[in-house]
């Protein structure tokens, strides 16, 4: 399989996590956070498996996206401007960084929602799902963007 052939399957995978039915049995939230935590893993894999796509041309022994997308990471046209994204805070790419930092973590990143029956939720902040969904859908764009831009080597 070709990187990019495992990007897609990745993001794909990703995206089927996401859309799986939570059920309302006394295991419905555990499955949903292993769900979303499940979908983050996948998308760490799709992340460096990304960089193995966009860096193919450079033949590098490594890449872990903590290489890559750090400061020191190889000059690379394609690697700058995934640093440069994920150096704005309002970008995908710095939400999913966050994300995977904290799903290392040892609190892990999926949390149990808070019900109270006696009070009506009025816009919260968006749930997990929904921001991983938000990213696979940025990071679509961007890989394409991306790929463009690594096919003129």
């Known amino acids: 399989m070709t990187p990019r052939s495992r990007t897609n399957q990745l ?8 859309g799986l039915p939570g059920g309302d049995d006394e295991h419905a939230e555990a499955r949903r956070m292993a769900a979303e935590e499940g979908c983050l ?22 890449h872990d996206w903590r290489e890559l ?10 690697l700058q401007r995934l640093r440069e994204l994920a150096g704005r805070p309002d970008s995908w790419l710095s939400g999913l960084l966050a994300r995977l930092e904290a799903l290392h973590g040892s609190d892990g990143v999926a949390r149990r929602r808070r019900s109270n029956p006696g009070v009506i939720a009025v816009g919260g902040s968006p749930s997990l ?25």
């Open 11 to 18: 993001l794909y995978q990703a995206e089927l996590l996401l």
């Open 41 to 62: 893993a996948l998308l760490e894999l799709t992340l460096e498996s990304l960089l193995r796509e966009v860096t193919e041309h450079a033949h590098l022994e490594r």
């Open 69 to 78: 997308l750090g400061p020191q990471g190889a000059g690379i046209a394609e």
């Open 129 to 153: 799902a929904d921001e991983l969904s938000e990213c696979v859908r940025e990071a679509k764009r961007e890989i394409a963007a991306l790929r463009e831009t690594s096919e003129e080597w």
